[in-house]
């Protein structure tokens, strides 16, 4: 693919070398030269030196040609403006901008873009630790948690498919005795496999409540089998 990142500061700069030595075409723009300093030995991109709002400079880039285009400066003024540059006059298929401000999300959306939120992030990743339980969550996007955790007494034997909920849980990947599965609807599930699910945040007490017992979880004395409503 042919990438496009406005912003060299650590996010920008990580996620280029990332891109790049997975052999896409990276292009990073920058309006301060000494950033590209952050970029790593694997990057084998291109620099441009300019501000990304700018349609000259987003031509520069290639901007015209690019699949994605992703706005990851610290300003969120400036993000939201280059990312609606490259959608709405270069028409590039996937734009993704960072934001600070949680409260400012939704106007992202409202314009058709999308948007990824450090604050919201990180507070996710502290509260699920907090409250970690046997439903590991590795991620919140959109109300929907991905969680990781071993199978249940109450589940061994049962299929994958018994399980599934449309709209409420979808099991992604299992994995056994070193070796990870995806997660057919006719697998069938033993006690002591971990399983990878996506589970609407709304419904994982009441996930908890209909598959887990408390002689499956005699090290979590702190699980927390009442609805909480989250803010």
């Not at 992703?70 to 996937?94: R, W």
């Not at 992030?121 to 969680?147: F, K, M, W």
């Not at 599965?181 to 033993?190: P, Y």
Request: glycine share 8%; with cysteine; hydrophobic share 40%.
């Amino acid at each position: 693919m042919y990438i496009v990142i406005m912003g060299s500061g650590r996010l920008g700069a990580e996620l280029a070398e990332q891109l790049s030595v997975k052999d896409h075409d990276v292009v990073v723009i920058d309006q301060n030269p000494s950033s590209f300093e952050k970029l790593g030995s694997g990057f084998n991109g291109v620099t441009v030196v300019g501000t990304g709002i700018d349609l000259d400079v987003q031509k520069k880039a290639g901007v015209d040609k690019a699949d994605v285009f992703a706005a990851l400066s610290s300003d969120d003024n400036t993000n939201i403006m280059a990312a609606q540059v490259a959608k709405e006059i270069y028409k590039v298929p996937k734009v993704i901008a960072r934001i600070y401000d949680p409260k400012r999300e939704y106007a992202y959306h409202q314009l058709g873009l999308e948007s990824i939120c450090p604050t919201n992030i990180g507070a996710d990743i502290v509260r699920n630790y907090i409250e970690s339980d046997v439903l590991c969550c590795r991620l919140t996007l959109n109300n929907v948690d991905l969680i990781e955790f071993p199978a249940s007494k109450s589940m061994a034997g049962k299929k994958v498919g018994d399980i599934d909920i449309s709209g409420h849980v979808r099991i992604m990947t299992l994995s056994r005795g070193g070796s990870q599965f995806v997660a057919g609807a006719e697998l069938v599930i033993a006690e002591g496999d971990l399983l990878m699910a996506m589970i609407a945040h709304s419904y994982r007490q009441e996930f908890k409540r209909r598959w887990f017992d408390k002689s499956d979880l005699p090290h979590l004395p702190h699980l927390r089998l009442r609805n909480r409503t989250r803010r």
